[in-house]
């Protein structure tokens, strides 16, 4: 197990948010740079993430962009790295480079699309059927033999109250949330404190 879970909190569309966050100890920060609800352009996403400082990771999130489109987001916002949450190919993934984190879907039959033919590495899992910020819960303990075998960050239907329990099912290299801390679609600043401390609980 590891020593101490990773926290990302994702779909940040405000610098109060990212203040928060990075006080409660998040170690990263994501951003939704592809069509979305939470979707923010680049420039809004340089200002979003400005002052967050040197102690927690930008993360884009992209669903199936061109390597131009990641190359200025990059060069842009400055993120550390590019979560992939389409269809992309294990080239594609490979050109992007190590800043590049791709996302599959825990299902009963397996990982789809099968995480053998990408590179070793952190991978995100989400919830079967999405493509991230819906919410939607799982069965986590789909995800504990990946997990055996390399990093995974953890997503889909996290919130304050279940990411302890979860986290003890999957042991996961990461976590990572978004609708999980929002009220009425705006991230609620006490659920993001309380997450990251759950999260964080009988940790070092």
């Known amino acids: 197990m590891a ?5 990302k909190i994702c779909g940040l569309r405000d ?10 100890g998040a170690d990263m920060l994501g951003v939704v740079l592809c069509p979305a609800r939470r979707r923010v ?11 967050a400082g040197k102690g927690a990771l930008k993360v884009g999130v992209f669903v199936d962009p061109t390597i131009e489109e990641v190359q200025a987001a990059i060069e842009t916002v400055g993120l550390d790295f590019v979560q992939l949450n389409g269809s992309e190919s294990p080239e594609f993934c490979a050109a992007v ?19 053998s ?6 991978i995100h899992l989400e919830a079967p059927g999405t493509t991230g910020g819906a919410g939607v819960p799982w069965d986590f303990s789909l995800a504990s033999a990946i997990a055996r075998q390399r990093p995974v960050m953890l ?5 304050p109250d279940n990411v302890a329990v979860a986290i003890a099912s999957v042991e996961p290299w990461a976590v990572d949330v978004s609708s999980g801390v929002e009220t009425d679609g705006v991230k609620d600043h006490a659920k993001v404190r309380a997450f990251i401390t759950n ?3 009988d940790r070092a």
């Open 155 to 159: 997503s889909g239907g996290l919130d």
């Open 15 to 24: 610098p109060e948010a990212v203040a928060v966050a990075v006080a409660a």
């Open 199 to 201: 999260a964080r609980q």
């Open 97 to 115: 480079g190590p800043t590049a984190i791709k996302s599959f879907k825990a299902t009963p039959t397996g990982m789809h699309p099968d995480p």
């Open 3 to 7: 020593d101490r879970i990773r926290v």
């Open 117 to 122: 033919t990408y590179a070793d590495g952190p």
């Open 41 to 51: 352009t680049l420039d809004e996403a340089a200002r979003i993430l400005g002052d």
